[in-house]
C-alpha cells in the first residue's frame, strides 16, 4: 500500500560522479514524505482512539457508583467500537510506515550498486568484497529499522507522551507533576547510554563488516588456500575475527540489557507515587474513583512509549552508524573520470603523451612516461 514499483537500471559515469555529494538520510526519505503523511494521520487517529477508552473508563465507574446500569452497559459497548476503529488504524499507520523504510532501503541498495560501478581497484583493496557485502545488507538492514520502525515510534511516542499528559494534568495537575517526578532521571538515563550503544554499535558493524570479508575470503579462495596448505592460518585468522564480533555484540548486548531495567524502574516510580498521592485524594473526596482509573489508565499508557524510548534509542544509534558506513560507499570518488562533455577527435590524427605517471593506491605503475604515435601507427 506504502510501496512503489522500482526500475533499476544502469548509471552513466556522470550520475556516479553527482551521486559522490554526501547523501543525507531526510535526502533518501524525501520522496515518500506523501506516505509518511498518511501514515502519522493514522498514527494520530490512533492516539485519538487509544486516549479515549480511559475517558470512556472513568464515566463508567462513575455510572457504577451511581447504579446508572444502562449507562454502563452503553459505555461498554462504545468502548469495544473504539478498541476495533484503534486496531484498524494501528495496522494502517505501520503499513504506511515501515513500507517507507523497506522503500529506503531499496533505492539505497541500487545507489551502493551504481556507486560500486565506476570505482578503480584502489577502492576494492580498501574495502574488500566482504566488507561490502556487510555493509549493503546488515547496515541497509539496520537503516530499514532506523526509518520504519524507529520513525513510526519516535512520532508515536510524542504524540502519546504530550496527550496522556495532558489528559492527567486536566484530572489533577498536582497528582501529574508528582507522577512524573522521576523523569527527569529518566532523560539522564538515556544521555548515558545513548552515547554508549552508538559507540558500540560502531564497533560492532566494523567487526560483524570484517568476519564478513574473512569468510568471502576464504570461500573465495578455498583453492588457494588448499594449495599452498594454508588451512592452519586461515583458521587462526577466521578464529579471530569471529571473536572479536562476539566481543563487541556482547558488549552492545550488555549495554541493551542494562538499559531496560533502569528505564522501567525510574519509569515505575512515578506509577508508585500516583497509587500512593491517589488513593489519598480518593480517600480525602477530591478524586472520584472513575477519575482515579483514569489518571492511572493514562499513566500506564506512558509506560510502553518510555520502555519503546529505550529500544529506539538502540535502533537509531545503529542505524546512525550504519548510515556513516554506507555514506562511505556513496561518497568514494572514481580514480578515472569521465568528462561530462568528452572530446571527439574528427578524422584520422596522431597520439601524444607527455609524462603520464599512473599509481593503485600507493603502487606506482607508470611514472612520467612519454611517447608519440603516427596516425595509423602502433606502439608494440
Known amino acids: 500500500m506504502g510501496g512503489r514499483r522500482h526500475h533499476a537500471r544502469r548509471p552513466d559515469v556522470s550520475e556516479a560522479s553527482a551521486s559522490a555529494e554526501r547523501p543525507t538520510l531526510w535526502g533518501a526519505v524525501r520522496p515518500y514524505r506523501r506516505q509518511l503523511a498518511i501514515g502519522i494521520f493514522f498514527l494520530l487517529c490512533t492516539n485519538a482512539a487509544e486516549k479515549s477508552i480511559p475517558w470512556l473508563l472513568q464515566h463508567a465507574l462513575d455510572a457504577l457508583q451511581a ?191 542494562l538499559m531496560w531495567p533502569v528505564l522501567l524502574g525510574v519509569s515505575s516510580l512515578g506509577t508508585l507515587i500516583a497509587l500512593w498521592l491517589g488513593m489519598q485524594r480518593v480517600f480525602d473526596g477530591e478524586l472520584t474513583v472513575g477519575q482515579y482509573a483514569a489518571f492511572d489508565a493514562y499513566l500506564a499508557l506512558l509506560v510502553w512509549p518510555t520502555l519503546a524510548f529505550g529500544y529506539i534509542l538502540s535502533v537509531v544509534q545503529r542505524g546512525r552508524a550504519s548510515f556513516e558506513r554506507v555514506v562511505e560507499i556513496l561518497t568514494a570518488e572514481p580514480e578515472v573520470k569521465e568528462p561530462e562533455s568528452p572530446a571527439r577527435a574528427e578524422g584520422p590524427g596522431a597520439l601524444s603523451v607527455n609524462e603520464l605517471s599512473f599509481a593503485y593506491g600507493d603502487a606506482q605503475v607508470l611514472d612520467r612516461i612519454s611517447l608519440e604515435v603516427a596516425a595509423g601507427g602502433s606502439v608494440a
Do not use: C
Open 67 to 257: 447504579d446508572d446500569l444502562g449507562t454502563v452497559r452503553d459505555l461498554s459497548l462504545v468502548v469495544v467500537g473504539v478498541a476495533a476503529v484503534m486496531w484498524l488504524v494501528r495496522t494502517l499507520s505501520r503499513i504506511w510506515i515501515f513500507n517507507v523504510g523497506r522503500d529506503v532501503e531499496f533505492d539505497l541498495r541500487n545507489r551502493v550498486l551504481e556507486r560500486i560501478h565506476p570505482l578503480g581497484p584502489s577502492f576494492f583493496r580498501k574495502m574488500p568484497t566482504g566488507e561490502i557485502m556487510s555493509r549493503a545488507t546488515n547496515d541497509l538492514g539496520q537503516l530499514r529499522l532506523l526509518v520504519g520502525f524507529a520513525g513510526l515510534n519516535v512520532v508515536n511516542s510524542t504524540i502519546a507522551f504530550v496527550s496522556a499528559i495532558a489528559l492527567m494534568i486536566a484530572i489533577s495537575p498536582e497528582l501529574t507533576l508528582y507522577a512524573l517526578a522521576p523523569y527527569p532521571l529518566l532523560m539522564l538515563a538515556t544521555r548515558g547510554f545513548g552515547s554508549a550503544i552508538y559507540r558500540a554499535s560502531t564497533d560492532n558493524q566494523a567487526a560483524l563488516g570484517h568476519l564478513s570479508d574473512r569468510a568471502n575470503e576464504n570461500v573465495a579462495g578455498v583453492r588457494l588456500v588448499r594449495a599452498m596448505a594454508l588451512e592452519g592460518r586461515e583458521r587462526d585468522r577466521f578464529g579471530e575475527a569471529n571473536e572479536g564480533a562476539v566481543r563487541t555484540t556482547m558488549r552492545l548486548v550488555l549495554l541493551r540489557g
